[in-house]
């Protein structure tokens, strides 16, 4: 990584940092969201919204093994898979999790990035959570091919192998029992790690853009939820 590269990197989760900071020490007002959620969207929308508000509540009491499966199930369940193209008109478009309520579907940055925000808001510490950016494995017409895909990654411990939390697979799995997943970079609001284990910075030339967009979503979060 190039002194640049660098220096954009940090500057990015410098930011990240202080952002996820004020997530951390923010309430939410369900009153504010449902009013956000119909301006923007409509009042049919409402009642996802009261049920995943719901649901996080109830996940605060679990132990995390539980919170994993209450998070994980619930997101699989009432969430379409659409790529951002149809649904934003764009082509890489990383959703709020009350703008993935608002439409209802999103793609697979949309299912982690909500997936990571509820398991925030149930309690549990970034330093064991990652979204990992991998390739998927996928069957097609002419034999597997390798699609960008991202997922949720949860780390008991440190140096524990990590859990998946995936929308293509709903079984919450240990990394090596993914062998479809061919994992890249990981990174939360800590830092930026090559693969999903290790402790390195990953290149730049894989990190920055995503990770630009990584900020850009926690300041839409925060403008969500909590201004």
């Known amino acids: 990584m190039n002194?640049?590269?660098r220096r954009v990197v940090?500057?990015?989760f410098a930011a990240c940092l202080a952002l996820s900071a004020l997530f951390a020490q923010a309430r939410y007002d369900p009153v504010t969201l449902r009013e956000r959620l119909t301006v923007r969207f409509d009042s049919s929308r409402v009642p996802l919204l009261d049920a995943w508000?719901?649901?996080v509540d109830s996940a605060r009491a679990l132990k995390e093994q539980a919170k994993l499966t209450r998070v994980n199930d619930f997101i699989n369940g009432r969430f379409a898979f659409e790529?951002?193209?149809v649904v934003w008109g764009q082509s890489d478009y990383w959703?709020?999790?009350?703008e993935m309520i608002g439409k209802g579907r999103g793609d697979c940055e949309d299912f982690a990035?909500?997936?990571y925000v509820s398991l925030r808001?149930?309690?549990m510490t970034s330093s064991k959570l990652r979204l990992v950016y991998s390739k998927a494995r996928l069957d097609g017409l002419a034999g597997p091919v390798w699609v960008a895909h991202m997922v949720l990654a949860y780390y008991p411990t440190p140096s524990a192998e990590p859990l998946v939390l995936d929308n293509l697979n709903g079984t919450i799995l240990p990394a090596s029992r993914r062998p479809d997943l061919q994992p890249i970079f990981s990174f939360n609001s800590d830092g930026i790690f090559a693969g999903v284990s290790g402790q390195g910075a990953a290149k730049a030339a894989a990190g920055i853009g995503r990770l630009s967009r990584w900020e850009d979503?926690?300041?839409r979060i925060l403008a969500d939820a909590y201004e």
């Open 113 to 115: 990035i909500i997936k």
């Open 53 to 55: 508000l719901a649901m």
């Open 3 to 5: 002194l640049a590269a």
């Open 217 to 219: 979503a926690w300041r």
């Open 121 to 123: 808001m149930a309690g």
């Open 10 to 12: 940090l500057a990015v």
């Open 95 to 98: 959703a709020t999790p009350l």
């Open 83 to 85: 790529e951002d193209i």
